[in-house]
């Protein structure tokens, strides 16, 4: 389901002067609903529909975990894998002042600040991923290498399941 009217974000502008082809999707979005609501909009398996969190470590250093929708960040595994004492959720105004994009919209593409990225392993797995296109209500489908190529991730695996 491609949209002629994507909206133009610092996400999609970010994915068009990288060259990554990706696709529109956009949906009613749900306040708290999370990526169940977008997996079933957009009737795509939850697991496909990777969140962008915005996290701090111990000494309020942003960083960004992107995750599979239907999982949860281990964050003392995280915190592990990266070498920090401890990585937790940042409140939603801070990680809007570090990204640019507002809670429930923020995508790890054209962030106002260069954020280091972490990547769920089995992310790299998937076929194609449905990851915010940088607003509310707006999913892009891309390939997970485009994430890798372009974003240099590390690779972690601190994946609960829910």
């Known amino acids: ?5 994507a909206p133009e974000t610092p996400a999609t502008r ?3 002067s990288h060259g990554i082809a990706h696709s529109n999707h956009l949906y009613a979005y749900e306040e708290h609903g999370g990526t169940r609501v977008s997996a079933r909009e957009l009737n795509v398996d939850e697991h ?8 701090e470590d111990e000494n309020a250093r942003p960083l960004i975990v992107l995750m599979h929708g239907d999982r949860k ?4 595994e995280l ?4 070498g920090c004492k401890k ?3 940042c409140r939603p105004e801070v990680a809007n002042r570090h990204t640019g994009f507002l809670v429930g919209g923020t995508s790890p593409f054209g962030t106002k600040k260069r954020l280091p990225v972490y990547i769920e392993k089995s992310i790299l797995d998937l076929p194609l ?3 915010n296109g940088g607003r509310r209500g707006y999913l892009v489908g891309v390939h997970p290498h485009d994430i890798l190529r372009v ?6 695996e601190a994946a609960l399941k829910d």
């Open 14 to 16: 970010f994915l068009k």
């Open 73 to 76: 960040v281990s964050t003392k």
């Open 48 to 55: 496909a529909v990777v969140k962008t969190l915005v996290m």
């Open 129 to 131: 991923v449905y990851i």
């Open 151 to 156: 974003l240099q991730p590390k690779v972690v």
């Open 87 to 89: 990585v937790e959720p």
């Open 79 to 82: 915190a592990r894998q990266i």
């Open 1 to 5: 389901m491609k949209n002629e009217h």
